[in-house]
Every structure is written in C-alpha cells, then in structure tokens.
Nanobody, 127 residues
Framework: QVQLVESGGGLVQAGGSLRLSCAASGRTFSTYAMGWFRQAPGKEREFVAAISGSGSRIFYAGSVKGRFTISRDNAENSGYLQMNSLKPEDAAVYYC????????????????????WGQGTQVTVSS
C-alpha cells in the first residue's frame, strides 16, 4: 500500500510554470506506475501523464504534450509534473495516482486503472 501527498500547486499567470510534486510513502515506490490527472469544476477527471516504475515509458495527453514533463525519483519516493507555458484551461485540481505495476500500457490513461490517489493540489492560471 502507498500513500500519496501532492504539493506545489498555486496561482500563476498564463505562460508561467509550476512544478508539482507527489511524495509517496513506502519503500517500493519503484514498483508502482504513477499518473497525474486533473479535474476542473463541473468536468470529469482527465488524464494528464503517466510514467512507468523505472521511468522508461511515458504517456502524455495531447493537450499537454510538449508543455508538461512527468518524472520520478525513486530514491526519493517522489514523482513530479513540470508544467510550462500554462494556459487558463490548465486550471484544475491536480491529482497524482499510483498502481502496483512496474510497466504501463495505454490502459493507464484511465483513472480507474489506479488504486491509490492523493488529495489533490489546486492549480489556478490567470489570463
């Protein structure tokens, strides 16, 4: 079992950057696939990015590809989402998620694929 805590959200102007962090408990973080999702008011939770346990395989949503970078540091039991060139439509609560699996497939763009979730961190982008 793993517990996840996100941090790094806040208010940023359009075009700015933020770096979200996801701190995981436990000693086997490298055996978990990790994903980032976001949910804006009145909208469904949507996939942002996913990374395999080793970091060797990564998926991005088309809307963030080229602007966001997912990464992880297994020695630090942490995952990250670097967000650049932020747009007002990126505003949402961002969640990290984890699933015991060292590999990922395209199925990991589904929120239902993950068993463990953080509490979320708010990202606000002003225009």
């Amino acid at each position: 079992q793993v517990q996840l805590v996100e941090s790094g959200g806040g208010l940023v102007q359009a075009g700015g950057s933020l770096r979200l962090s996801c701190a995981a408990s436990g000693r086997t973080f490298s055996t978990y696939a990790m994903g980032w999702f976001r949910q804006a008011p009145g909208k469904e939770r949507e996939f942002v990015a996913a990374i395999s346990g080793s970091g060797s395989r990564i998926f991005y949503a088309g809307s963030v590809k080229g602007r966001f970078t997912i990464s992880r540091d297994n020695a630090e039991n942490s995952g990250y989402l670097q967000m650049n060139s932020l747009k007002p439509e990126d505003a949402a609560v961002y969640y990290c998620a984890a699933q015991p699996s060292s590999i990922i497939s395209t199925d990991y763009v589904r929120a239902g694929r993950y068993d463990y979730w953080g509490q979320g961190t708010q990202v606000t982008v002003s225009s």
